[in-house]
Structure formats: structure tokens, C-alpha cells
T-cell receptor, first 114, second 116 residues
Framework: KNQVEQSPQSLIILEGKNCTLQ??????????LRWYKQDTGRGPVSLTI?????NTKSNGRYTATLDADTKQSSLHITASQLSDSASYIC?????????????FGRGTQLTVWP | EADIYQTPRYLVIGTGKKITLECSQT?????MYWYQQDPGMELHLIHY???????EKGDLSSESTVSRIRTEHFPLTLESARPSHTSQYLC???????????????FGSGTQLSVL
């Protein structure tokens, strides 16, 4: 069964600190992995998309890594801000341009305290 | 910023009522999707459309129906709402990309539905 597992389920950090969120998947075949940020009561917003050949991608203070061999990804947030408080969702696709099948994780709920 | 809009943002309604959740996008995307999300849970695909007059059911069984008469508009209808329909409903769209390109998925802000 194709699955996407995220850890931790929730995380609290102080403003200015760094943190790393984990995503393990069993989806096969693998096409790409996406990280989304979802603010409470809003729709997800894309942070990064990585294909099989990419092992790191940055978007400002967000850096995602991918190890397709071990089927693991991480999202590193540097110098956290209060606005980073949100749910971070890992999504894996088993197809490329057709976007036929997406597998969603349950998200990591990040809270940044002042 | 994605140009995809959902209305209403919040809806509280009684059991048995008929409701329609609106979704519109101004990006000219051929593909549109409806997802259902409960708190702390993953998104589940309930309907999708690859173009006008094309609609398909998703992975999660749903009593809702959809229509796609215009490219930009993809409404979702519940004929008789029940408390079990209480959830967040997210609309999304994507553009067809040539083989090898990665399609980007854009989400609306969602409709939080509560059925009493």
C-alpha cells in the first residue's frame, strides 16, 4: 500500500530557532515529492517540488532534501518566524505530467512561539 | 499567488438542505479537483475534471456531485446535507504540462462546512 508518513505529528519551537520535518514514503513508482504549507483554515501553498534527480531545493528559509534510495525527505526551516506556524504537508506523486495520483501525508503541525 | 476562489469560506447549515460549494479559477487550467480534509488528516480526492463536460469520482466515496460546464467553474453540490458531511472542502486546479514536466497544483482557500 502506498503511504506517506510524516514526523513529528506536532512541533513547538521558539522564534529564531531552526527545525527539521521528516517525510518517509513507500510510493512506487516515484515521480516527484512536494512540500506544502497550510495555514489554519486556508488551502495548501506549494513550497518546493523535487523530482527523482533532485536531492535538494530551497525556497527562501525553507530547504527540502530528498533521498530517493531510502525514500525519505526532510524540510528544514531556518531562523523560524511566527508566520511559519502552520501545517506542513508532504505529497508524493507516482506520475509526472499527468498528475494522476497524489499521496498526501497528514502533516506536521508547527507552532512557533515568541 | 494562485487565482482560484472558493465561496463561501464558511457554511453552517441544517440537515437535509441542498448546498452548492463554488469554485472558480482564472488561470485557464483544464484540470480541476475537489478534496475533502478533516482536522489532522490527509487530503482525500473526491472529484476531478480534466476539461469541460468531463468529471470523474476520486478515491474517497462521496455523496456529492460536480459539474464542469465552463473551464473556469467547478461547483460541488450536496443534495441533502448530513452531519457526516461536516468537513473542509478544498478546490484545486492544474495546467496540463508536456511529458516530463511537473504539474503544479494550486489550491483555493477552502470552504469549512458544518452540518447541524
Amino acid at each position: 500500500k502506498n503511504q506517506v508518513e510524516q514526523s513529528p505529528q506536532s512541533l513547538i519551537i521558539l522564534e529564531g530557532k531552526n527545525c527539521t520535518l521528516q517525510c518517509n514514503y513507500t510510493v512506487s513508482p516515484f515521480s516527484n515529492l512536494r512540500w506544502y504549507k497550510q495555514d489554519t483554515g486556508r488551502g495548501p501553498v506549494s513550497l518546493t517540488i523535487m523530482t527523482f534527480s533532485e536531492n535538494t531545493k530551497s525556497n527562501g528559509r525553507y530547504t527540502a532534501t530528498l533521498d530517493a534510495d531510502t525514500k525519505q525527505s526532510s524540510l528544514h526551516i531556518t531562523a523560524s518566524q511566527l508566520s511559519d506556524s502552520a501545517s506542513y504537508i508532504c505529497v508524493v506523486s507516482d506520475r509526472g505530467s499527468t498528475l494522476g495520483r497524489l499521496y498526501f501525508g497528514r502533516g506536521t503541525q508547527l507552532t512557533v512561539w515568541p | 499567488e494562485a487565482d482560484i476562489y472558493q465561496t463561501p469560506r464558511y457554511l453552517v447549515i441544517g440537515t437535509g438542505k441542498k448546498i452548492t460549494l463554488e469554485c472558480s479559477q482564472t488561470m485557464g487550467h483544464d484540470k480541476m479537483y475537489w478534496y475533502q480534509q478533516d482536522p489532522g488528516m490527509e487530503l482525500h480526492l473526491i472529484h476531478y475534471s480534466y476539461g469541460v463536460n468531463s468529471t470523474e469520482k476520486g478515491d474517497l466515496s462521496s455523496e456529492s456531485t460536480v459539474s464542469r460546464i465552463r473551464t473556469e467553474h467547478f461547483p460541488l453540490t450536496l443534495e441533502s446535507a448530513r452531519p457526516s458531511h461536516t468537513s473542509q472542502y478544498l478546490c484545486a486546479s492544474s495546467e496540463y504540462r508536456p511529458r516530463g514536466d511537473v504539474e503544479k497544483l494550486f489550491f483555493g482557500s477552502g470552504t469549512q462546512l458544518s452540518v447541524l
